[in-house]
């Protein structure tokens, strides 16, 4: 190849992009029965209001480890909201975001099993939010999620049996474009 023509490439060899161990999501959350699917569902607007809005920072940069980073802003104040990965994509039903994710997958779904449903094997925060309704949490694991498999962020509605119990499916994240 001559030399002018392989400067000339060089340029666009800086343009590819590489693959980052950091990803962001940002969306508002809108209603499941949206003209074009929400990147980010809510399906208790009494909650979760529609135009209420949530960042996502995934961190990969440090091998073997994930630390997820959740800020929301406008959701109901006073309020805490589990939150889990899940395997599905958020969708009109919200149990299509399907079962937690989880490191080591439960033979027996939905799992309940406390050797695969803990803090260790899936990653859980809890969402606590002030008097306007904003809130950020992060939680980290010793483990990165298989490729493709961690679909989705679902905010339950919690319980009164304490921050991790899940509760209803109240607003999902896609994480995945």
């Known amino acids: 190849m001559p ?5 000339a490439l060089l340029p666009l060899a ?31 607007d009494d909650l979760v209001p529609y135009g209420s809005h ?6 990969r940069s ?7 980073t959740v800020t929301v802003t406008g959701l109901a104040p006073g309020h805490e909201f589990p939150a889990h990965l899940h395997t599905g994509a958020c969708g009109a039903d919200p149990a ?8 080591a997958v439960d033979p027996v779904q939905p799992s309940t099993d ?16 002030d008097e306007q309704g904003d809130a950020t949490a992060s ?20 319980t009164p049996a304490g921050p991790h119990a899940a509760g209803d499916r109240v607003a999902c994240v896609g994480l995945e474009k």
């Open 139 to 158: 939680a980290a694991v010793a483990w990165q999620p298989r490729a493709g498999q961690a679909r989705s962020l679902v905010l339950h509605a919690g």
């Open 96 to 103: 299509s975001s399907g079962p937690h994710y989880q490191d």
């Open 14 to 44: 800086l343009l590819a992009p590489a693959a980052s161990p950091v990803s962001l999501v940002e969306a508002d959350f809108d209603p499941a029965t949206a003209f074009v699917p929400p990147a980010a569902v809510s399906y208790a």
């Open 3 to 7: 030399a002018p023509f392989a400067a």
């Open 54 to 59: 949530a960042t996502v920072v995934t961190d």
């Open 114 to 129: 406390p050797a695969y449903a803990n803090d260790r094997n899936e990653l859980r925060l809890v969402l606590r939010t």
């Open 62 to 68: 440090t091998p073997g480890r994930t630390v997820l």
